[in-house]
Protein backbone atom coordinates (compact mmCIF):
# COMPACT_ATOMS: atom_id res chain seq x y z
CA UNK A 1 0.00 0.00 0.00
CA UNK A 2 2.60 2.03 0.74
CA UNK A 3 4.51 2.08 -2.85
CA UNK A 4 0.85 2.41 -4.55
CA UNK A 5 0.26 5.46 -2.39
CA UNK A 6 4.48 6.33 -3.21
CA UNK A 7 3.47 6.43 -6.83
CA UNK A 8 0.19 8.28 -6.78
CA UNK A 9 1.83 10.95 -4.43
CA UNK A 10 4.14 11.12 -7.59
CA UNK A 11 1.76 10.98 -10.13
CA UNK A 12 0.05 13.65 -8.84
CA UNK A 13 3.17 15.68 -8.59
CA UNK A 14 4.16 14.86 -12.64
CA UNK A 15 -0.10 16.04 -13.45
CA UNK A 16 0.07 18.98 -11.50
CA UNK A 17 3.46 19.89 -13.34
CA UNK A 18 2.62 19.13 -16.65
CA UNK A 19 0.20 21.21 -18.41
CA UNK A 20 -0.51 18.96 -21.14
CA UNK A 21 -1.70 16.01 -19.00
CA UNK A 22 -3.92 18.86 -17.06
CA UNK A 23 -5.34 19.56 -20.11
CA UNK A 24 -6.20 16.52 -20.85
CA UNK A 25 -7.88 15.42 -17.96
CA UNK A 26 -5.61 12.46 -17.70
CA UNK A 27 -6.13 10.70 -14.26
CA UNK A 28 -3.37 10.43 -11.69
CA UNK A 29 -4.01 6.40 -11.36
CA UNK A 30 -3.20 6.01 -15.58
CA UNK A 31 -0.06 7.98 -14.75
CA UNK A 32 0.98 6.14 -11.73
CA UNK A 33 0.11 2.90 -13.45
CA UNK A 34 2.46 3.93 -16.22
CA UNK A 35 5.11 4.50 -14.26
CA UNK A 36 4.47 1.28 -12.28
CA UNK A 37 4.74 -0.43 -15.66
CA UNK A 38 7.82 1.18 -16.82
CA UNK A 39 9.46 0.20 -13.71
CA UNK A 40 8.01 -3.62 -13.53
CA UNK A 41 9.51 -6.34 -15.62
CA UNK A 42 7.80 -5.18 -18.89
CA UNK A 43 9.96 -2.04 -18.90
CA UNK A 44 12.67 -1.71 -16.78
CA UNK A 45 13.10 -5.92 -16.48
CA UNK A 46 13.60 -6.17 -20.09
CA UNK A 47 16.11 -3.26 -20.78
CA UNK A 48 18.59 -3.81 -18.15
CA UNK A 49 21.39 -6.17 -18.25
CA UNK A 50 21.79 -9.17 -15.65
CA UNK A 51 19.32 -10.59 -13.53
CA UNK A 52 19.03 -7.86 -10.47
CA UNK A 53 16.94 -6.21 -12.42
CA UNK A 54 14.41 -8.54 -14.15
CA UNK A 55 11.65 -8.45 -12.14
CA UNK A 56 12.18 -4.50 -12.39
CA UNK A 57 12.04 -2.68 -9.23
CA UNK A 58 9.08 -4.76 -7.80
CA UNK A 59 9.73 -8.02 -6.49
CA UNK A 60 7.60 -10.97 -6.82
CA UNK A 61 5.61 -10.67 -3.77
CA UNK A 62 5.08 -7.10 -4.71
CA UNK A 63 3.66 -8.55 -7.99
CA UNK A 64 1.27 -11.31 -6.37
CA UNK A 65 0.42 -8.91 -3.74
CA UNK A 66 -0.73 -6.16 -6.41
CA UNK A 67 -2.26 -8.67 -8.55
CA UNK A 68 -4.50 -9.80 -6.01
CA UNK A 69 -6.09 -6.20 -5.37
CA UNK A 70 -8.26 -5.32 -7.35
CA UNK A 71 -10.64 -8.21 -7.21
CA UNK A 72 -10.97 -7.57 -3.64
CA UNK A 73 -11.51 -3.36 -3.53
CA UNK A 74 -13.73 -3.81 -6.58
CA UNK A 75 -15.89 -5.11 -3.95
CA UNK A 76 -15.27 -1.97 -1.65
CA UNK A 77 -15.90 0.42 -5.10
CA UNK A 78 -19.32 -1.12 -5.63
CA UNK A 79 -20.41 -1.86 -2.19
CA UNK A 80 -19.99 1.95 -1.66
CA UNK A 81 -21.72 3.04 -4.81
CA UNK A 82 -25.27 3.47 -2.82
CA UNK A 83 -24.47 3.93 0.47
CA UNK A 84 -25.52 6.78 2.53
CA UNK A 85 -27.98 7.45 -0.48
CA UNK A 86 -31.42 7.99 -0.96
CA UNK A 87 -32.99 5.69 -3.19
CA UNK A 88 -35.56 7.75 -5.22
CA UNK A 89 -39.12 5.97 -6.69
CA UNK A 90 -38.64 4.19 -10.02
CA UNK A 91 -40.44 6.79 -11.59
CA UNK A 92 -38.12 9.87 -10.47
CA UNK A 93 -35.24 6.91 -10.88
CA UNK A 94 -36.53 5.91 -14.76
CA UNK A 95 -36.90 9.77 -15.93
CA UNK A 96 -33.51 10.93 -15.07
CA UNK A 97 -31.96 7.38 -15.95
CA UNK A 98 -33.86 6.06 -18.79
CA UNK A 99 -31.60 7.63 -21.18
CA UNK A 100 -28.49 6.76 -20.20
CA UNK A 101 -29.67 3.06 -19.28
CA UNK A 102 -30.75 2.87 -23.32
CA UNK A 103 -27.65 4.40 -24.53
CA UNK A 104 -25.49 2.15 -22.17
CA UNK A 105 -27.51 -0.78 -23.60
CA UNK A 106 -27.15 0.38 -27.20
CA UNK A 107 -23.33 0.68 -26.13
CA UNK A 108 -23.42 -2.96 -24.16
CA UNK A 109 -24.81 -5.24 -26.63
CA UNK A 110 -23.20 -3.22 -29.71
CA UNK A 111 -20.07 -4.35 -28.22
CA UNK A 112 -20.80 -7.74 -27.72
CA UNK A 113 -22.31 -7.93 -30.96
CA UNK A 114 -18.78 -6.93 -32.65
CA UNK A 115 -16.82 -8.61 -30.29
CA UNK A 116 -18.33 -12.13 -30.97
CA UNK A 117 -18.67 -12.03 -34.25
CA UNK A 118 -15.04 -11.28 -35.08
CA UNK A 119 -14.07 -13.65 -33.00
CA UNK A 120 -16.63 -16.03 -33.99
CA UNK A 121 -16.55 -15.41 -37.90
CA UNK A 122 -13.11 -14.32 -38.55
CA UNK A 123 -10.76 -15.23 -35.38
CA UNK A 124 -11.66 -18.78 -34.11
CA UNK A 125 -11.70 -20.37 -37.44
CA UNK A 126 -8.07 -19.48 -38.20
CA UNK A 127 -6.80 -19.87 -34.77
CA UNK A 128 -7.26 -21.42 -31.41
CA UNK A 129 -8.68 -17.89 -29.43
CA UNK A 130 -10.53 -18.44 -26.85
CA UNK A 131 -14.35 -17.69 -27.79
CA UNK A 132 -14.94 -15.87 -24.52
CA UNK A 133 -12.58 -13.36 -25.87
CA UNK A 134 -15.27 -11.69 -27.82
CA UNK A 135 -16.54 -10.13 -24.30
CA UNK A 136 -13.24 -8.48 -24.23
CA UNK A 137 -14.64 -5.41 -25.70
CA UNK A 138 -17.42 -5.26 -23.71
CA UNK A 139 -16.07 -5.81 -20.52
CA UNK A 140 -12.91 -3.25 -20.98
CA UNK A 141 -14.22 -0.78 -23.00
CA UNK A 142 -17.58 -0.05 -20.86
CA UNK A 143 -16.61 -1.89 -18.17
CA UNK A 144 -13.71 -0.83 -17.31
CA UNK A 145 -10.95 -2.02 -15.09
CA UNK A 146 -12.86 -2.61 -11.89
CA UNK A 147 -14.90 -4.83 -13.84
CA UNK A 148 -12.41 -6.87 -15.48
CA UNK A 149 -10.54 -7.24 -12.34
CA UNK A 150 -13.85 -8.30 -10.69
CA UNK A 151 -14.60 -10.93 -13.17
CA UNK A 152 -10.50 -12.24 -12.96
CA UNK A 153 -11.92 -15.21 -10.70
CA UNK A 154 -14.61 -15.94 -13.61
CA UNK A 155 -12.25 -16.25 -16.23
CA UNK A 156 -9.50 -17.96 -14.42
CA UNK A 157 -12.29 -21.26 -13.67
CA UNK A 158 -13.32 -21.01 -17.42
CA UNK A 159 -10.17 -22.00 -18.10
CA UNK A 160 -9.92 -18.29 -19.70
CA UNK A 161 -6.46 -17.81 -17.99
CA UNK A 162 -5.54 -14.61 -19.97
CA UNK A 163 -8.35 -12.67 -20.24
CA UNK A 164 -7.77 -10.59 -16.99
CA UNK A 165 -4.70 -9.10 -18.94
CA UNK A 166 -6.19 -8.62 -21.87
CA UNK A 167 -9.53 -6.91 -20.25
CA UNK A 168 -6.94 -4.99 -18.19
CA UNK A 169 -5.19 -3.84 -21.13
CA UNK A 170 -8.59 -2.49 -23.01
CA UNK A 171 -9.70 -1.10 -20.23
CA UNK A 172 -6.46 1.46 -20.38
CA UNK A 173 -6.57 1.72 -23.82
CA UNK A 174 -10.65 2.66 -23.64
CA UNK A 175 -9.55 5.26 -20.93
CA UNK A 176 -6.69 7.06 -22.37
CA UNK A 177 -8.17 6.96 -25.72
CA UNK A 178 -11.39 7.96 -24.56
CA UNK A 179 -9.60 10.98 -22.78
CA UNK A 180 -7.21 12.06 -25.45
CA UNK A 181 -9.68 11.53 -28.09
CA UNK A 182 -13.01 13.10 -26.61
CA UNK A 183 -10.85 16.31 -25.36
CA UNK A 184 -9.41 16.76 -29.01
CA UNK A 185 -13.34 16.47 -29.60
CA UNK A 186 -14.86 18.55 -27.19
CA UNK A 187 -11.93 21.41 -28.76
CA UNK A 188 -12.75 20.72 -32.69
CA UNK A 189 -16.38 21.42 -31.36
CA UNK A 190 -15.49 24.61 -29.85
CA UNK A 191 -13.43 25.69 -32.55
CA UNK A 192 -15.97 24.97 -34.94
CA UNK A 193 -18.63 26.70 -33.46
CA UNK A 194 -20.93 23.47 -32.69
CA UNK A 195 -19.85 23.95 -28.57
CA UNK A 196 -20.04 27.26 -26.80
CA UNK A 197 -16.56 28.02 -25.13
CA UNK A 198 -16.92 26.73 -21.10
CA UNK A 199 -16.14 29.51 -18.65
CA UNK A 200 -12.29 29.70 -17.35
CA UNK A 201 -12.33 27.44 -13.92
CA UNK A 202 -8.28 28.44 -12.28
CA UNK A 203 -6.89 25.09 -10.74
CA UNK A 204 -8.01 26.26 -6.88
CA UNK A 205 -11.89 26.53 -8.15
CA UNK A 206 -11.54 23.13 -10.15
CA UNK A 207 -9.97 22.13 -6.48
CA UNK A 208 -12.45 23.71 -4.47
CA UNK A 209 -15.26 22.73 -6.51
CA UNK A 210 -14.29 18.84 -5.84
CA UNK A 211 -13.48 19.19 -1.89
CA UNK A 212 -15.29 17.04 0.52
CA UNK A 213 -16.83 20.59 2.23
CA UNK A 214 -18.60 21.58 -0.72
CA UNK A 215 -19.66 18.15 -1.91
CA UNK A 216 -20.95 17.64 2.13
CA UNK A 217 -23.07 21.11 1.56
CA UNK A 218 -24.67 20.36 -1.95
CA UNK A 219 -25.07 15.82 -1.47
CA UNK A 220 -28.08 14.39 -0.15
CA UNK A 221 -25.60 12.15 2.20
CA UNK A 222 -27.20 10.63 5.40
CA UNK A 223 -25.01 11.72 7.64
CA UNK A 224 -24.44 10.82 11.56
CA UNK A 225 -24.63 13.22 14.54
CA UNK A 226 -23.03 11.01 17.37
CA UNK A 227 -19.59 12.41 17.39
CA UNK A 228 -18.64 9.88 20.13
CA UNK A 229 -18.26 7.34 17.15
CA UNK A 230 -15.25 7.42 14.67
CA UNK A 231 -16.01 8.34 11.50
CA UNK A 232 -13.98 5.68 9.55
CA UNK A 233 -14.46 2.85 11.50
CA UNK A 234 -18.12 3.72 11.04
CA UNK A 235 -17.83 4.10 6.78
CA UNK A 236 -15.66 0.71 7.07
CA UNK A 237 -17.93 -1.16 9.00
CA UNK A 238 -20.91 -0.12 6.50
CA UNK A 239 -19.07 -1.24 3.68
CA UNK A 240 -18.03 -4.74 5.82
CA UNK A 241 -21.81 -5.05 6.11
CA UNK A 242 -22.67 -4.36 2.51
CA UNK A 243 -20.14 -7.06 0.95
CA UNK A 244 -21.71 -9.72 3.87
CA UNK A 245 -24.88 -9.02 2.42
CA UNK A 246 -23.43 -8.99 -1.34
CA UNK A 247 -21.89 -12.69 0.26
CA UNK A 248 -25.03 -13.88 1.49
CA UNK A 249 -26.56 -13.20 -1.50
CA UNK A 250 -24.35 -15.08 -3.77
CA UNK A 251 -24.25 -18.27 -1.44
CA UNK A 252 -28.07 -18.36 -1.04
CA UNK A 253 -28.21 -18.05 -5.62
CA UNK A 254 -25.24 -20.54 -5.93
CA UNK A 255 -26.74 -23.07 -2.87
CA UNK A 256 -30.54 -22.46 -4.92
CA UNK A 257 -29.40 -23.35 -7.96
CA UNK A 258 -27.31 -26.47 -6.36
CA UNK A 259 -30.40 -27.76 -4.65
CA UNK A 260 -33.22 -27.05 -6.93
CA UNK A 261 -32.04 -26.30 -10.53
CA UNK A 262 -28.65 -28.63 -11.14
CA UNK A 263 -30.63 -31.72 -10.52
CA UNK A 264 -32.70 -30.72 -13.84
CA UNK A 265 -30.06 -30.44 -16.05
CA UNK A 266 -29.49 -27.26 -14.93
CA UNK A 267 -25.95 -25.69 -15.96
CA UNK A 268 -23.80 -24.38 -13.07
CA UNK A 269 -23.67 -20.64 -13.50
CA UNK A 270 -24.43 -18.77 -9.81
CA UNK A 271 -20.77 -20.12 -8.90
CA UNK A 272 -18.72 -17.88 -11.76
CA UNK A 273 -20.81 -14.79 -11.01
CA UNK A 274 -18.35 -12.28 -9.23
CA UNK A 275 -19.09 -10.89 -5.95
CA UNK A 276 -18.85 -6.98 -6.79
CA UNK A 277 -22.52 -6.59 -8.27
CA UNK A 278 -24.23 -8.81 -5.45
CA UNK A 279 -22.46 -6.15 -2.91
CA UNK A 280 -24.06 -3.40 -4.75
CA UNK A 281 -27.28 -4.68 -3.79
CA UNK A 282 -26.10 -5.35 -0.67
CA UNK A 283 -25.01 -1.63 -0.45
CA UNK A 284 -28.47 -0.37 -1.57
CA UNK A 285 -30.28 -3.21 0.90
Known amino acids: MLLIAGLILVAKWIRRSSGVLRKLYLPSAIIAGVIALLAGPQGLGRLAPGDRFSEGLWNESVLDTWSAMPGLLISVVFATLFLGKRISPPGEIWDKAGPMVVHGQT ?6 VVGLGLVILLLQPWTDIDPMAGALIEIGFEGGHGTAAGLGDTFRD ?14 TVGVV ?13 VWRGHLEPPDEVSEDEAEAMSSPERLEEEGDEVGYTDKALEPLSVHLGFVAVAIGVGWLLLEGLVLAETHLLVPLGWPELMEHIPLFPLAMIGGVL
Not at 107 to 112: C, D, K, T, V
Not at 177 to 189: E, F, K, M, P, S
Open 107 to 112: LAWGQY
Open 158 to 171: LGFESGLDLALGMA
Open 177 to 189: AGVVLGTLLINWA
